[in-house]
């Protein structure tokens, strides 16, 4: 055996062992970014793309919904609902109130966002791109725009459906005129809001 072949085999034995220490460390970065990954986050990633993706969303009170995400907020999803066929339309979903979401086989990978040491053209897009400013806002916020657009909506709580005007939306609460009277409902209670 030559020197030569000595150092080749030793360069190539050396590059296989730092490919394969590379490697494991990508996959542990890669466990421990999914380990971090939130529901929220998750939804984000399938609602950024360009296509949008039928998704079923079963809820707290043993309610299911499919329709497509319109957007994401701080602790809020808007959906665009196409089943049940009563709530057809626009619907503002609760965090707290998914128990679990059903996605196509082709949103799986979409939704885990980028793998470590993965760069895609929509990575570098929001790269330039700031947040989008819905992911910042919480369900009191687009509560209180909605109850001073004055329009009626139907809120699902785990025990009854109420339709009214929301006339006040506090840090924890909501007034809401209803045809009785005025009902004041806990945030944590509201399940989801359909605009009519």
Known sequence: MTLDNLFHD????LERELDAELLNR???E???????LTLRDRLIAIQADQDPHQISLNLTAG???TGSIKNVGKDWVAIEVDTPQELHGALIVSL?????????IECERLSLGNQVGEVTDSALESLSSRTRLAQKVNLAFVLRDIGRRRKTVT???????IRGTIDHVGQDHLDLRTSH???ICALTEVLYVRIE
């Not at 030793?10 to 034995?13: K, N, V």
């Not at 890669?30 to 971090?36: A, L």
């Not at 809120?155 to 459906?161: E, F, R």
């Open 10 to 13: 030793l360069e190539s034995q």
């Open 26 to 28: 990508l996959e542990d």
């Open 30 to 36: 890669e466990r421990e970014r999914r380990s971090k």
């Open 63 to 65: 309610r299911e919904i």
């Open 96 to 104: 707290l109130a998914l128990r679990s979401i059903r996605i196509p």
């Open 155 to 161: 809120i699902a709580s785990q025990t009854q459906n």
């Open 181 to 183: 009277g005025m009902l």
